[in-house]
């Protein structure tokens, strides 16, 4: 008996999950497109996972699946519609701030950032470089997506750095790596820990007086990446800064390795950074 009775709570709650799937996509119907669309590729998920342990007549489960087909119909001819609008608009913001747009759904590129477009979970994911910082996610909203671009580039570009202090800086924190692992001026100092060393040089006097969370000063992969490839100058105190292209096996991961821009192409993975001496 308490078998059955199991059984048929199993049947009653699959049921009612069945029903209030199918009031959702109903009630959705005048939904805008993203959220229309992201409501049937919920709820035709659970319709079919539902029917598959439900022990129904044959006549109500081919009703259902016909229904199934009409919504999945619906959910295809939006997608495409989706893509299409998300993708144009893009362009035209972006094109009206003097940015182009290129790649193809899902993945998108404009600047040093790329766009991962999500319609069916109406989502955009936006990096640094190809997939590399992850900056910010935002509903498939063309407008949302082009203010978070602006903002994160206006910050990159508000950047001022003196270039002498920032090569010095490097090669302290360059010097103390080195001290660390016993190396020599020329070894080259792995991006983890030449960028976390350089964090900590860089901090100014409230850290050093009173080290907590509140008085540490960020600085990101992104923003390490974008003030190396702002340098004009890599000569600091008689030593030249050279960054060390990744090889294959140092790509496994992506903190073993960063991404930095080009003025064409696109970019190049370093793995280290090294200093050596000029040569007079």
């Known amino acids: 008996m308490d078998d059955l009775i199991k059984a048929l709570n199993t049947q009653a709650n699959s049921l009612k999950s069945l029903v209030k799937s199918i009031k959702k996509i109903r009630n959705g119907e005048e939904e805008e497109i993203l959220k229309r669309l992201n409501i049937l590729h919920s709820e035709i998920g659970v319709i079919r996972r539902q029917l598959q342990r439900l022990k129904i007549e044959e006549p109500l489960i081919a009703e259902i699946t016909e229904a199934l087909h009409m919504w999945e119909e619906e959910a295809g001819e939006l997608e495409s519609y989706a893509k299409a609008a998300l993708g144009e608009e893009l362009e035209q913001l972006l094109k009206a701030q003097g940015y182009s747009l290129e790649g193809n759904y899902p993945k998108l590129k404009t600047s040093f950032y790329t766009i991962l477009v999500d319609i069916r979970s109406n989502r955009v994911t936006l990096y640094y470089g190809p997939e590399a910082e992850k900056?910010?996610?935002?509903?498939?909203?063309?407008?949302?997506?082009?203010?978070?671009?602006?903002?994160?580039?206006?910050?990159?570009?508000?950047?001022?750095?003196?270039?002498?202090?920032?090569?010095?800086?490097?090669?302290?924190?360059?010097?103390?790596?080195?001290?660390?692992?016993?190396?020599?001026?020329g070894a080259e100092v792995p991006i983890p820990e030449i960028l976390s060393t350089f964090a900590f040089v860089t901090q100014d006097t409230r850290f050093t007086?009173?080290?907590?969370?509140?008085n540490y000063r960020d600085y990101n992969r992104a923003t390490f990446s974008h003030d190396l490839y702002s340098l004009k100058e890599r000569t600091s105190g008689g030593y030249e800064m050279v960054t060390v292209t990744a090889r294959r096996r140092e790509t496994r991961s992506r903190y073993d390795t960063l991404w930095i821009p080009a003025s064409s192409g696109r970019g190049e993975l370093i793995s280290g950074i090294k200093f050596r001496e000029v040569m007079k």
Request: hydrophobic share 45%; charged share 30%.
């Open 135 to 185: 900056i910010a996610a935002t509903p498939a909203l063309p407008e949302r997506v082009c203010d978070e671009i602006f903002k994160y580039d206006a910050f990159l570009a508000d950047r001022v750095i003196d270039e002498g202090v920032f090569l010095a800086n490097l090669f302290e924190a360059y010097s103390v790596c080195l001290h660390r692992s016993k190396k020599r001026i």
């Open 209 to 214: 007086k009173n080290p907590v969370r509140a």
